[in-house]
T-cell receptor
Framework: DAGITQSPRHKVTETGTPVTLRCHQT?????MYWYRQDPGHGLRLIHY???????DKGEVSDGYSVSRSKTEDFLLTLESATSSQTSVYFC?????????????FGQGTRLTVV | AQSVTQLGSHVSVSEGALVLLRCNYS??????LFWYVQYPNQGLQLLLK??????LVKGINGFEAEFKKSETSFHLTKPSAHMSDAAEYFC????????????FGAGTRLAVHP
């Protein structure tokens, strides 16, 4: 299994509070991704990173920010959590996606905003 | 831009029957195509991928998929379903030319009944 650890695995938070999810990899892959999974929508890309301090938006980036200060860590922050951000969040890593290498996924973080 | 359409959010088959999960893609450049499987409360696991070369791709657990450029399709098949194949399946598209994201379809949940 690829070395990807997401933390926490489960979290319940209140509306309006900030929340940070962490993804840690031990594979030294350049690319890291945050997806959210919702019924009927599959996986939707939130943000991704192509190197330390290099990030870009995905298709559902509103309300989220990311940071990557080290190769191995990619943080996802919900600035002010809303109920619509209740979801399962997956981190993924890839070595060279434009060369066809696959993405490896973490186990997911189940976030509930009440 | 890349996109993926999976036809049928739910598919039900009998044990021993043929499994056919449909995936159509849109890509402005030569695509890379992937099938992932997700078992309950787990992350995504790669089943198979197409990058270049042979258009019939074999994966794990007896699954295979055929890339058909003229039909923009990458359907997943397995000759004989097992109970253990019950899971959610996701088709994804990446691309050459500096495209560094994987875009996923909405998923197909496969049920296998005795």
């Amino acid at each position: 299994d690829a070395g990807i650890t997401q933390s926490p695995r489960h979290k319940v938070t209140e509306t309006g509070t900030p929340v940070t999810l962490r993804c840690h990899q031990t594979e030294n892959h350049r690319y890291m991704y945050w997806y959210r999974q919702d019924p009927g929508h599959g996986l939707r890309l939130i943000h991704y990173s192509y190197g330390v301090k290099d990030t870009d938006k995905g298709e559902v980036s509103d309300g989220y920010s990311v940071s990557r200060s080290k190769t191995e860590d990619f943080l996802l922050t919900l600035e002010s959590a809303t109920s619509s951000q209740t979801s399962v969040y997956f981190c993924a890593i890839s070595e060279s996606p434009s060369s066809g290498t696959e993405a490896f996924f973490g186990q997911g973080t189940r976030l509930t905003v009440v | 831009a890349q996109s993926v359409t999976q036809l049928g959010s739910h598919v039900s088959v009998s044990e021993g029957a043929l499994v056919l999960l449909r995936c159509n893609y849109s890509s402005s450049v030569p695509p890379y195509l992937f099938w992932y499987v997700q078992y309950p409360n787990q992350g995504l696991q790669l089943l198979l991928k197409y990058t270049t070369g042979a258009t019939l791709v074999k994966g794990i657990n007896g699954f295979e998929a055929e890339f058909k450029k003229s039909e923009t399709s990458f359907h997943l098949t397995k000759p004989s379903a097992h109970m253990s194949d019950a899971a959610e399946y996701f088709c994804a598209v990446g691309a050459t030319g500096g495209y560094n994201k994987l875009i996923f379809g909405a998923g197909t949940r496969l049920a296998v009944h005795p």
